[in-house]
């Protein structure tokens, strides 16, 4: 018999219910940062569910990073400003259960820092570039490798916040704590970490001098070719096409 396949449906529970219509007051703007939930009291009623079920979708949303509910406070649950917390650990999970390959992670870090560098290139103040050369010089300096990793952050931050755009400075933090989290065990057996370290400064040196120079287009190309230079070996080979179509 022909028609539609229908697949089984799932049994909602009470409390997905509940966090479903707290997010969606909260994505509507129904409910802002600092705003309290009513009461676990007046949950229950407004619900029409038990304290429990009101309790289990609390815990859900705090999971989540919505709200913030504490062990006998009167009050309801306050609503939290948005944080890049809650997509870290989208894109963590996704990146663990493997939905997100590392080629892919990587690739997207080649788009976003490489446009966060074109932006810089044309947005960034002259307090901006100091403090790129400023990570620059301290990551000439570090004494260790943790050290210098800590001014390399610094220099990508600076990159980012220069763009101009909040979301490339969140997406990019993110994305970068992840790639680095998968690949930290093999960045620390790398057998010459000073070569290393030496190569990444000459790529940061370059892409500065891009910036500096107002040279959008440059100062992308030259990071896309930096991201490639320093992940691509960490990448299976069959992967790497991926990134290599994103270099000129």
Known sequence: MGGPRFEPVRAVRAYER???????AIESGSLSPGERLPSERELMVQFSVSRSTVREALRVLQARGLVRSRPGDPHGAEVLPFTPAALHKS????????????AELVQFRMVLDSSASLLAARLRTDGQLAEMDAAVGRMRAAAD?????????A???VVA?????KLIQICTDVVRSIVLGLISE???AAPDKRAL????IEHHEEVLAAVRAGDGPLAARLTREAMYDYYAD???AGERPALRALLE
């Open 18 to 24: 509940v966090v479903e219509q707290v997010e969606e």
């Open 91 to 102: 894109m963590t999970t996704l990146a663990r259960v493997a939905e997100l390959s590392l």
């Open 145 to 153: 490798h943790d050290a210098f990793v800590a001014e390399d952050v």
């Open 155 to 157: 220099f990508h931050d």
């Open 161 to 165: 916040r220069a763009s101009g755009n």
């Open 186 to 188: 093999k960045l620390a």
């Open 197 to 200: 370290m030496r190569q990444t």
């Open 234 to 236: 960490y990448v299976p």
